[in-house]
């Protein structure tokens, strides 16, 4: 009974039988001729305004790039602008400064490290020149 009070709100996809039985199904015989004109008619007016909604919209990007050219703003501006933003977003996530915090200790520990094996090779040389 549930399924059928969702009628035409179904949002689960057509299963095998019910795809062939909407292919063989005769939808203009099913219409009658009143049913048939309004569906034409509201087929006209959708078409219509999607034509209109299109015009509306290329407008618009036209308006869009002559308001970005007399501001100066080009695509590599943009570019610059969306990359510094992007960049400042992933410096302040707690993963980038977790890892920042990381690394930084791993290279102090690395820097110590070498510097220790750097001293050690010095003494070993300076041990062998006194021999």
Known sequence: MEAQARGLLETEPL???????????????????EEKEELKAELV?????????????S??????????????????NELKQNFSRSWHDVQTTTAYKKTHETLSH???????????????????????RRK
Do not use: C, H, Y
């Not at 299963?15 to 001729?33: C, N, Y």
């Not at 959708?46 to 919209?57: A, K």
């Not at 820097?111 to 041990?127: L, Q």
């Open 45 to 57: 007016q959708l078409e219509d305004e999607i034509t209109t909604l299109r015009q509306v919209l």
């Open 15 to 33: 299963q095998g039988r019910d795809e062939d039985t909407v292919a063989s199904a005769d939808f203009p015989s099913m219409l009658s001729e």
């Open 106 to 128: 791993a290279g102090q520990k690395a820097t110590a490290a070498f510097s220790n094996v750097g001293t050690a090779i010095s003494k070993k040389f300076g041990d062998m």
């Open 59 to 76: 407008a618009k990007e036209r308006r869009l790039v002559e308001i970005k050219q007399k501001l100066g703003m080009n695509l590599m």
